[in-house]
């Protein structure tokens, strides 16, 4: 699985990047041979899949970073191209009930691209007492889509934000975070 990358430094705190990194993965046993732990009011079946194949990928990212006494922020675009992208537990149909058990299945998609870009960074607000305050955030959002259909993809994420408070001494640390996910639009799902 080659990797390239690329850093052009337009200043000592802030600076260019690209990179470009082909992948490999080979499905696991649980995704060919099937297994869901059963759970109460949960009637599932996952089919096995012994004619998986393995997924490959070419991914690009151009980002952005800057440093200065107070900030550290990174900006990030991304795209990958995938072949025989491995999607766990497609739900084939059912209807939750004894008789009629809901039933999912891990499938390749045979062309599928995903998209787009993240925001993260630390601000630093000083010192108080004898430890460093920070505010670590990253906020970020992804789209997919199955090349052969022209439908999303139901396995990308949706909108995240993610924001916390660090007081950090030099012999511990305490931190705590919110994140938010958004809700998927209609249009993300297919």
């Known amino acids: 699985s ?30 060919l041979n099937g297994s869901i732990d059963p759970t109460p009011n949960f009637n599932a079946r996952l089919l096995p899949n012994p004619d998986l194949k393995p997924e490959t990928s070419r991914n690009w990212e151009l980002g952005y970073r ?22 766990d537990k497609k739900f084939l149909g059912g209807t939750n009930t004894v008789a009629d058990p809901n039933v999912f299945q891990t499938v390749n998609v045979d062309s599928a691209t995903i998209w787009g ?14 430890a460093q305050l920070s505010v670590p955030f990253a906020v970020g959002m992804a789209r997919g889509r199955d090349n052969t259909t022209g439908r999303p993809l139901n396995t990308v994420d949706p909108a995240s934000l993610s924001l916390g408070l660090q007081y950090e001494t030099p012999g511990w640390f305490v931190r705590t975070d919110l994140r938010h996910v958004a809700a998927k639009d209609s249009s993300e799902i297919d």
């Open 2 to 31: 080659p990797k390239l990358g690329a850093l052009w430094r337009l200043s000592p705190q802030r600076s260019v990047f690209a990179n470009f990194a082909h992948g490999f993965r080979a499905p696991s046993a649980t995704q």
């Open 66 to 87: 800057t440093r200065s006494d107070r900030l550290q922020l990174d900006l990030a675009l991304f795209t990958g191209d995938y072949n025989q992208l491995i999607v």
């Open 117 to 130: 870009w993240e925001i993260k960074g630390v601000v630093d607000l000083g010192t108080m007492g004898p």
